[in-house]
């Protein structure tokens, strides 16, 4: 009887996962800048496989003063960059953050990264959990050139 009854109290418990459990990361890289540059740009896919909703609140690192979330807009040919206070992930969401729309703004580097280095990122969900992630330095290619020009004439699609 006793057991029975710890049983259905496991039973009843809600089951609410992290975002930081379950929330997939891919394609994750940093743009290599010139010496001195005081912003770096970060890119990476957030996808969000479980049932639940997820917001992304807050990004900081250990090798930046500040780390924004920014998107792209074009006004009269110029490109302005606005910043997105927070990133909702529904059930089977994707974000996309990549050369040209919505990018990841690493603001203030405290030394100068290079292709080859690492730069370390965490991600502030709302319901308090937190995750840790690496961001590849990269130099751009003509392949994540090629992407930026594509974006630029779809980024209103892209953008959540
Ligand atoms: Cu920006």
């Not at 997820?54 to 006004?75: A, C, G, I, N, W």
């Not at 997105?84 to 580097?109: C, D, E, N, W, Y």
């Not at 292709?115 to 969900?125: E, I, M, R, W, Y």
């Amino acid at each position: 009887m006793r057991l029975a009854q710890i049983f259905l109290f496991i039973c009843l418990l809600p089951v609410v996962a992290a975002a930081a459990d379950k929330l997939e990361i891919h394609d994750a890289w940093a743009r290599e800048t010139p010496p001195k540059a005081s912003v770096m740009a970060g890119y990476l896919t957030l996808y969000n496989p479980s049932p639940e909703v997820y917001t992304l609140v807050r990004l900081s690192s250990p090798d930046f003063k500040r780390v924004e979330m920014h998107r792209t807009e074009q006004h009269d040919g110029m490109h302005k960059m606005l910043p997105v206070p927070q990133l909702t992930l529904s059930s089977k969401g994707r974000a996309t953050f990549q050369p040209g729309g919505m990018h990841l703004m690493l603001i203030g580097p405290k030394k100068r990264l290079k292709a080859g280095d690492n730069v370390t990122l965490a991600l502030f969900f709302s319901d308090g959990s937190s995750m840790k992630i690496i961001l590849p330095v990269k130099k751009a290619t003509a392949n994540t050139d090629r992407t930026m020009h594509n974006n630029q004439h779809h980024s209103h699609s892209q953008q959540h």
